[in-house]
């Protein structure tokens, strides 16, 4: 069963705009982390936030976690076309991973 | 380091046929992860492994998939019988110790099975 579910399921925006991706997920976590997915390859990590941070920057990329309502948020600041792809958040709840169903996102220019 | 390397790339077979995926770990990482994606059920784990032992393969469908590590570096995903409902994007993935480390996921590989 799936851990973590992203919302939106899609989203679309103009560049220059903000882009937030919500996560939830269900069990106790160690750690979340957001990947991308570009059409037609693997995923790539962006972030990982740990379960005693609340707020993590990298770039143009802001995550938020807040454990007592099990969720996280993804902001991609002044996007830009090659934003455009999926994004994944994947909790630690134990052994591996768990990926969520993610949000797809298309920037057009 | 060149990454995750998978192959073959894309893969058209018929219905009954043996599939063999094949993936490269990145050099150092102890954890290996073999994932298929669809749109229907999103990425989905299929086994996992660390320091070559599988630790977790619940997520293998049925007896027609097998895994294996044969040495610290290789894997292989077989499908034997493969199925039309087996058409998927196989993605392997490593980490350097455990598996909620960070993943580092390859190309994949399209199967399309006819």
């Known amino acids: 069963s799936q851990q973590g579910e992203e919302d939106p399921q899609a989203l679309s925006i103009q560049e220059g705009e903000n882009a937030t991706m919500n996560c939830s997920y269900k069990?106790?976590?160690?750690?979340l982390q957001w990947y991308r997915q570009n059409s037609g390859r693997g995923l790539v990590h962006l972030i990982l936030?740990?379960?005693?941070?609340r707020e993590k920057h990298s770039g143009r990329l802001r995550v938020t976690l807040d454990t007592s309502k099990k969720s996280s948020s993804l902001l991609i600041t002044a996007s830009r076309a090659a934003d455009t792809a999926s994004y994944f958040c994947?909790?630690?709840?134990?052994?591996?991973?768990?990926f969520g169903k993610g949000t797809t996102l298309s920037v057009s220019s | 380091d060149a990454g995750v390397i998978q192959s073959p790339r894309h893969e058209v077979t018929e219905m009954g046929q043996e599939v063999t995926l094949r993936c490269k770990l990145i050099?150092?990482?102890?954890?290996l992860f073999w994932y298929r994606q669809t749109m229907m059920r999103g990425l989905e784990l299929l086994i996992y492994?660390?320091?070559?032992?599988?630790?977790?393969d619940s997520g293998m469908p049925e007896d027609r998939f097998s895994a294996k590590m044969p040495n610290a570096s290789f894997s292989t995903l077989k499908i034997q019988p493969s199925e039309p409902r087996d058409s998927a994007v196989y993605f392997c993935?490593?980490?350097?110790?455990?598996?909620?480390?960070?993943?580092?996921f390859g190309p994949g590989t399209r199967l399309t099975v006819l």
């Open positions: 993935a490593s980490s350097l110790d455990r598996g909620s480390d960070t993943q580092y």
């Open positions: 069990t106790s976590i160690n750690n």
């Open positions: 936030i740990r379960s005693n941070e």
């Open positions: 994947a909790t630690d709840a134990g052994t591996a991973l768990i």
């Open positions: 050099s150092g990482h102890n954890s």
């Open positions: 492994f660390n320091n070559n032992v599988p630790i977790d």
